[in-house]
T-cell receptor
C-alpha cells in the first residue's frame, strides 16, 4: 500500500527566507503526489500536484515542489516565506494502479516569524 | 474550481445520539467520495470510500455499523455516526472525485463533532 512520510513535525523560518517542507513516499506503481495546506479548524486547500511531466511543479501562493523519483521525494518549497504561510502542510500520495484513495503524511507545522 | 460543501460545520450532541453529516459536490458530479477523520494535531485518516449506488468500502478498524455511509446520488454522500460517544469527537472531512477525473480530489471544509 502507498504511504507518505513527513520527517519534520515542525519547521520554523524567518519571513523572507526560503522554506522547505520535506516529503518522501512509497508506492508500488506510479505515484500521484499532492500538497495541501490546512488552516485552524478548516478543511484542506489544494496547493499543487504531480501527475506526470516536468518534475518541478508550480502551485498556488508561490509554492513549488520537485518530484525526485530516485529519492522518492516530493519536497515543498517557496523562495521567500510570508508570515501568512504559517499553517499545517500535508503531503499525500495516490497509487492509481491500486485504487483511488489518498494517503496522507502526518503533517508539518510551518511557522514563519516576522 | 470544484467546490465541496459539508453540513453542518459544527455539531455538539449528547452521548448515545446519532449525528448525520452531509457532503455535497456543488458544481460537479462525484462518482467517488471519501470520508476522513482527523484528531487534534494529527493527520487525516481515511475511514471509507463511498461509491454512488453501491456499498461503501471501509478501512480496517472502522466499524461500518457505527459509521453509516450513504452515497445516494452523484452529488451527495452522508456519514451518520450512530450512538455517538465522546471518543467519536473529531474533525470529519469529506472529499470527492469529479466524474471522469481520477487524479484530483476536492475537499470539504470539515465538520467538527463534539460528543458530550
Amino acid at each position: 500500500a502507498q504511504s507518505v512520510a513527513q520527517p519534520e513535525d515542525q519547521v520554523n523560518v524567518a519571513e523572507g527566507n526560503p522554506l522547505t517542507v520535506k516529503c518522501t513516499y512509497s508506492v508500488s506503481g506510479n505515484p500521484y503526489l499532492f500538497w495541501y495546506v490546512q488552516y485552524p479548524n478548516r478543511g484542506l486547500q489544494f496547493l499543487l500536484k504531480y501527475i506526470t511531466g516536468d518534475n518541478l511543479v508550480k502551485g498556488s501562493y508561490g509554492f513549488e515542489a520537485e518530484f525526485n523519483k530516485s529519492q522518492t521525494s516530493f519536497h515543498l518549497k517557496k523562495p521567500s516565506a510570508l508570515v501568512s504561510d504559517s499553517a499545517l502542510y500535508f503531503c499525500a500520495v495516490r497509487d492509481i494502479s491500486v485504487n483511488n484513495d489518498m494517503r496522507f503524511g502526518a503533517g508539518t507545522r510551518l511557522t514563519v516569524k516576522p | 474550481g470544484a467546490v465541496v460543501s459539508q453540513h453542518p460545520s459544527r455539531v455538539i450532541c449528547k452521548s448515545g445520539t446519532s449525528v448525520k453529516i452531509e457532503c455535497r459536490s456543488l458544481d460537479f458530479q462525484a462518482t467517488t467520495m471519501f470520508w476522513y477523520r482527523q484528531f487534534p494535531k494529527q493527520s487525516l485518516m481515511l475511514m471509507a470510500t463511498s461509491n454512488e449506488g453501491s456499498k461503501a468500502t471501509y478501512e480496517q478498524g472502522v466499524e461500518k455499523d457505527k459509521f453509516l455511509i450513504n452515497h445516494a446520488s452523484l452529488t451527495l454522500s452522508t456519514l451518520t455516526v450512530t450512538s455517538a460517544h465522546p471518543e467519536d469527537s473529531s474533525f470529519y472531512i469529506c472529499s470527492a472525485n469529479p466524474r471522469g477525473v481520477s487524479d484530483t480530489q476536492y475537499f470539504g471544509p470539515g465538520t467538527r463533532l463534539t460528543v458530550l
